[in-house]
């Protein structure tokens, strides 16, 4: 009896320790998951969270391999995403850089479930799977596995196969392990004990990439809807080309030059990965206020062109003149004056008629500079009159006649000026105005239109802060809206000097000015070689409208040749001599030291 009290005391005691140590260990797990839980949330890097989630649960159950699947965008397959193996040495897929060769397992086959394949048998059945020896397994198709053995000389035997079940109840992945290896590194299976665990873990591991593919699909579609904006600019006009698709290039190619220079001013300057992203967007949108200028003024490449060229117009009253001339010295010969008189008038009067549509044309164009004796000539043309006969009113837009309601015009027929600045040529703050147009002194825009281009970036800074960018994208207005100013201060909208911007502000400057340059998309001009953007930069510079410090990287670090060889024509890329276009060192920012 003592015996047997004895030995019901050591087996008692030996029950209490492995229950002790049952418990120590079940709160090892429990802490384990919770830190995997606090790690799982806490990875922001897509490959990264994945390959964490295949080895945490590898290492849980010391498993030789395992491979976890997404399902693929149009639900019809398991992708894989993560592969390891370490008895053959296998990593595939993740952070490794190396992709993995399989297609996607199929989820269905002729329009029924796939229940074949265990991975795809668990993604529909939403239950794990947990099989001792796939060569013994019955309920599944193996023969690709045997293949893969025989070809390798490993041997396949215990799976895990565990599905990734989202917050909505959706399957969005799959998580297998292979060959459970016990204390000596023998393949057993997998303990069903420990089971409970993986599937834990794969919650919270769905949990976390369902976040993680959120945040990428919010990101996607914003990305897809800045680069929409900016390409609906560009084609909103042939005179902006793909300018607002060009500019975050050099933006870009530059930005990472200064990340890498360690001298000067960029000796600490450096990006993080929101940075950069923060950067990428103001990029795209640096013109966004472009999509409430109108596109005649935009594309404005005459001083009479609105929505068409009314250069035809004024060439008709021409005509008219030319025809009453005409009529004159008919009629002139018919009351029996002198022939030859009144056909040396014609002549005299259609000579004037021609030079002076010639001038007027030639003023239209805008290629020339007017000055004070153009002005007068063109005032005196004006003047001339020819006779309207019929009414102004008919045929109108609703809107153009609310218009001519306002202002009536003389009933015909009525002699007005053969060019005119009349009452229907004030639209919506424009002044459209044939003299006043033709008066343009330099180039094709009025004050008022280019007030309307310049305040494309008003627009832009305007629409930016509207936007709830949040904390790490708080910097969009300032790099997007800070292209037009120049580091004298004399620049738009905001007068802001050098000290007043950052280095990402700046660089955006630089990259505008240098694509608009270099355009060859653009009907108005022809593009300028690299040579002859590079002095033109080069004047700017010494202006004080442009960053020494960085047209100064922009140039050693060859960002200017990276750019032209990927996007510049053939004929634009000439000979450069950088030394010819640096800024002289006391232009550069003197550094404490």
Request: aromatic residues 8%.
């Amino acid at each position: 009896m003592a015996v047997d009290r004895r030995y019901s005391e050591r087996e008692s005691e030996s029950d209490r320790r492995r229950a002790t140590v049952g418990r120590r260990r079940g709160e090892q797990m429990f802490h384990r998951l919770v830190d995997l839980g606090i790690a799982l949330s806490a990875e922001r890097n897509h490959e990264k969270l994945m390959e964490l989630i295949l080895l945490e649960a590898k290492e849980i159950y010391d498993a030789d391999g395992g491979t976890l699947y997404l399902v693929t965008d149009d639900e019809q397959g398991l992708s894989f995403q993560i592969m390891r193996n370490d008895t053959l040495d296998i990593a595939m897929g993740g952070t490794t850089g190396k992709a993995i060769p399989f297609p996607p397992v199929p989820l269905f086959r002729d329009g029924a479930p796939n229940m074949n394949n265990v991975a795809s048998a668990v993604y529909h059945n939403r239950k794990p799977s947990n099989i001792a020896d796939a060569y013994e397994e019955e309920a599944y198709d193996f023969s690709g596995t045997k293949k893969f053995d025989e070809s390798t000389g490993y041997r396949s035997k215990s799976f895990l196969t565990v599905p990734m079940i989202n917050t909505e109840d959706e399957v969005i992945g799959v998580l297998q392990l292979i060959n459970a290896r016990g204390e000596g590194g023998e393949t057993v299976p997998f303990q069903p004990a420990l089971q409970p665990m993986i599937e834990a873990l794969t919650s919270q591991a769905a949990v976390a990439l369902e976040n993680q593919l959120l945040i990428q699909q919010q990101r996607k579609l914003w990305d897809s809807l800045i680069e929409m904006i900016a390409a609906s600019i560009d084609d909103k006009s042939p005179y902006t080309g793909g300018h607002c698709q060009r500019v975050p290039v050099i933006t870009k190619l530059l930005t990472k030059a200064a990340c890498e220079s360690r001298e000067g001013i960029f000796e600490a300057f450096d990006l993080t990965e929101d940075e950069w992203y923060e950067l990428h967007v103001a990029a795209w949108l640096h013109d966004c206020g472009k999509v409430t200028t109108p596109e005649y003024v935009v594309d404005k490449a005459c001083k009479l062109e609105t929505i068409y060229n009314r250069i035809h117009e004024v060439r008709t009253r021409f005509e008219v003149l030319r025809r009453d001339a005409e009529i004159a010295c008919l009629k002139a010969k018919l009351a029996g004056e002198d022939a030859a008189a009144a056909d040396a008038a014609f002549e005299s009067e259609i000579r004037r008629l021609d030079e002076e549509f010639e001038f007027v044309a030639t003023a239209n164009v805008g290629g020339e500079f007017m000055d004070d004796a153009d002005i007068e000539r063109l005032e005196k043309i004006a003047a001339q009159t020819w006779t309207r006969h019929y009414d102004k009113t008919l045929g109108l837009s609703p809107v153009e006649a609310m218009r001519a309601k306002a202002n009536p015009p003389p009933p015909a027929p009525v002699e007005e000026p053969l060019l005119g600045d009349l009452p229907e040529h004030q639209v919506d703050g424009y002044n459209r105005g044939e003299l006043y147009n033709l008066g343009i002194r330099r180039g094709t825009l009025t004050a008022e239109e280019r007030e309307t281009i310049n305040d494309h970036i008003v627009v832009t800074l305007k629409m930016l802060e509207s936007l709830p960018f949040p904390r790490k994208m708080r910097r969009v207005p300032e790099y997007a809206g800070g292209h037009h100013e120049k580091m004298d201060g004399t620049g738009y909208p905001r007068g802001l000097k050098k000290d007043d911007m950052s280095i990402p502000a700046r660089i955006m400057a630089i990259a505008d000015i240098f694509e608009a340059l270099t355009a060859a998309d653009r009907p108005y001009k022809k593009a300028k070689t690299v040579s002859e953007s590079l002095k033109i930069m080069s004047f700017m510079v010494k202006d004080a409208h442009i960053d020494a410090d960085l047209f100064a990287l922009f140039l050693k670090s060859g960002v200017w040749k990276d750019y032209a060889e990927q996007y510049l024509e053939p004929f634009q890329i000439d000979e450069v001599r950088i030394e010819d276009f640096l800024p002289a060192p006391e232009m550069l920012t003197k550094q404490a030291s």
